[in-house]
């Protein structure tokens, strides 16, 4: 075999200052993406109110989760189209198209007129604009890892990468603190009117810098290597999924290790918001903040476990923090009830509400399309305001026919039967029976909404900070995995697809379906099953399927 002169070997051999600040400035204009993409999820519950106007409360929050998730969806198609580009044309200027797309989608969300304004066209506008953001960012993140690897020098890919994947909870971060800045400078009424438009509005200042970081770097040494030696593939996809050697650890890669990845980072960063805000009533400036400062205190183990899998390996510690999940999840939750609203945990304890009903004759608490008022049946009647409430319930089947009963506590509460009423009185006894439940509830001690008084901060924030660390062990050496486990030629389609399935579907659409299964079931903890059972799937799977990557070299 000729020997290679040495000036040709690739330049992350050595770490340079000139490399290090290649990699922050990726991982700044990285920072942005994510800023764009999250601001709709922390603003989710105004854009309920803003663009789904026309349907129930309840409905609406889910059809909001629904488009944040659209977002998602289309992250594995934009990883199949830019990962090609980027295989293709290069890293540096596929990363700018990403970029621009990202951006520009984000502005226009700022100027989107209300469902108020052009009826069904605004959340319909609203969906597309988030399809674009998910092909975008799609494309961004496994050019960014793959990036910043391929200027890593050896025994250092892990602590390189990290930094990419601190990008994700930066963004986040920067998204939480603009919007409670932009909170307080306005005030709550005039952030829910029309301030909420601004932080969306300020995207195009961050996309211009962006762009300006992004230009100033060159062509990733490993693709430039190749280029000037003839050796890109020329089709990466047939490449990287058309056979089978390569299909193979797509496959490991997404079922051993992403989706167990992506539920505890979602449900460590956002379901845990959301179920702050909408299940334990915790006003959403407060929840806000307390999320933002266990990130801030969780965000430097990013890199600390990234350093570490140069170490030890990549494979324990991801592993290792979704085993963890998997175990600790219900008691996390259940502590932070205990903590964020001790007055709920406590009528939750000395008085259970119990539904007995004829499951024929339960809805689905979820109307798509906003039309059905769930006052057909006596179940209906009693599981929609319960869930308006946000009161929990257990379900206890009853016969045939029965018509539903309520007890909360010992007291029990029969609903109105719409079948043996007169369509004339039947809104007039539906009322009394809600004013009756209202009351009792109250009795009881259910609380409307936390008291922020009684909120034990330290606490929340102490449980907020455990899942958090829960994310960074999943998350902070997975880029460096997935790049080591695919060839160069075809490095950014193979690793962006697993990447983004798992992150983009497993983790996207955790919300959404955790909020479904607890409006169908009534337990508040019920969700919960969606990541805990993916998480310990992919523990199993990894421990027999997936390799040790963290000595690989990524040269070939």
Same mark, same amino acid.
């Given at each position: 075999m000729a020997t290679v002169p040495e000036d040709a070997l690739p330049k992350h051999h050595k770490a340079t200052q000139g490399e290090k600040m290649v990699i922050a400035a990726s991982s700044l204009g990285t920072v942005f993406e994510w800023y764009d993409f999250y601001l709709y999820g922390l603003l989710a519950t105004y854009i309920s109110v803003q663009f789904f106007s026309g349907v129930n409360e309840t409905t609406g929050f889910i059809f909001a989760l629904a488009a944040f998730a659209a977002g998602f969806a289309v992250r594995p198609f934009g990883a199949l189209v830019f990962g090609r580009i980027g295989d293709i044309v290069g890293r540096k200027n596929t990363f700018l198209v990403t970029m621009g797309i990202m951006g520009l989608s984000t502005f226009a969300v700022g100027l989107l007129p209300s469902y108020a304004s052009i009826g069904v066209a605004a959340p319909v506008i609203l969906v597309a604009l988030r399809l674009a953001q998910g092909l975008a960012l799609g494309g961004e993140y496994g050019g960014a890892a793959t990036y910043v690897a391929e200027h890593a020098p050896e025994g250092k890919r892990g602590l390189y990468t990290s930094w990419i994947q601190t990008t994700?909870?930066?963004?986040l971060f920067a998204a939480l603190l603009v919007v409670i800045g932009i909170r307080y400078a306005l005030g709550e009424e005039a952030f829910a009117a029309w301030g909420w438009r601004l932080p969306f509005l300020i995207s195009i200042f961050l996309l211009g810098i962006s762009m300006w970081i992004r230009l100033q770097l060159n062509e990733s040494p490993v693709f430039q290597k190749m280029k000037d030696e003839g050796t890109t593939s020329?089709?990466? /996809?047939?490449?990287?999924?058309?056979?089978?050697?390569?299909?193979?650890?797509?496959?490991?890669?997404?079922?051993?290790? +992403?989706?167990?990845q992506a539920v505890v980072w979602y449900a460590g960063q956002f379901y845990a918001l959301f179920f702050l805000e909408k299940t334990l009533r915790v006003d959403g400036a407060t929840s806000n903040i307390l999320i933002a400062i266990a990130l801030a205190l969780a965000t430097p183990f990013f890199v600390f476990f990234g350093w570490l899998s140069d170490k030890i390996g990549r494979k324990p510690i991801i592993l290792g923090g979704? @085993?963890? @999940?998997?175990?600790?999840? &219900? !008691? /996390?939750?259940?502590?932070?009830?205990?903590?964020?609203?001790?007055? /709920?945990?406590?009528?939750?304890?000395?008085? $259970?509400?119990?539904?007995t009903a004829d499951n024929e004759q339960c809805s689905f608490q979820f109307d798509p399309i906003g039309k059905n008022t769930f006052d057909t049946t006596s179940c209906d009647i009693a599981k929609t305001y319960l869930a308006k409430a946000g009161v929990g319930y257990e379900n206890v089947e009853a016969a045939p026919g029965a018509v539903a009963t309520v007890s909360i506590g010992?007291?029990? &509460?029969?609903? !109105?039967? !719409?079948?043996?009423?007169?369509?004339?009185?039947? !809104?007039?006894?539906?009322?009394? &029976?809600?004013?009756?439940?209202k009351?009792? /509830?109250?009795?009881?001690? *259910? $609380?409307?909404?936390?008291?922020?008084?009684?909120?034990?901060? +330290?606490? +929340?924030?102490?449980?907020?900070? @455990?899942?958090? #660390?829960?994310?960074? #062990?999943? *998350?902070?050496?997975?880029?460096?995995?997935?790049?080591?486990? &695919?060839?160069?030629?075809?490095?950014?389609?193979?690793?962006?697809?697993?990447?983004?399935?798992?992150?983009?579907?497993?983790?996207?659409?955790?919300?959404?379906?955790?909020?479904?299964?607890?409006a169908a079931t009534g337990n508040i903890y019920y969700g919960l099953w969606y990541p805990v059972v993916i998480a310990a799937a992919t523990v199993v799977i990894g421990l027999i399927f997936l390799p040790e990557t963290f000595r690989r070299n990524i040269d070939d």
């Open positions: 994700a909870t930066f963004g020329k089709a990466p /996809l047939t490449e990287a999924f058309a056979r089978w050697g390569n299909l193979r650890w797509v496959i490991i890669a997404l079922v051993g290790a +992403v989706m167990g979704c @085993a963890l @999940a998997a175990v600790l999840y &219900f !008691p /996390l939750f259940g502590a932070l009830t205990q903590a964020a609203n001790p007055a /709920l945990a406590e009528a939750q304890a000395a008085a $259970p509400v119990t539904i010992d007291k029990v &509460f029969t609903a !109105p039967n !719409p079948g043996s009423l007169d369509p004339a009185a039947k !809104p007039a006894a539906i009322k009394a &029976f809600q004013d009756d439940m009351a009792e /509830l109250v009795a009881v001690g *259910y $609380p409307e909404k936390a008291d922020n008084a009684r909120i034990d901060k +330290v606490a +929340v924030v102490a449980i907020l900070w @455990a899942l958090a #660390m829960l994310v960074t #062990m999943v *998350y902070g050496p997975i880029a460096a995995m997935l790049v080591e486990l &695919f060839p160069s030629r075809i490095r950014y389609t193979s690793m962006s697809l697993p990447y983004h399935i798992g992150n983009g579907w497993f983790g996207g659409f955790l919300p959404t379906t955790a909020f479904a299964m607890v």
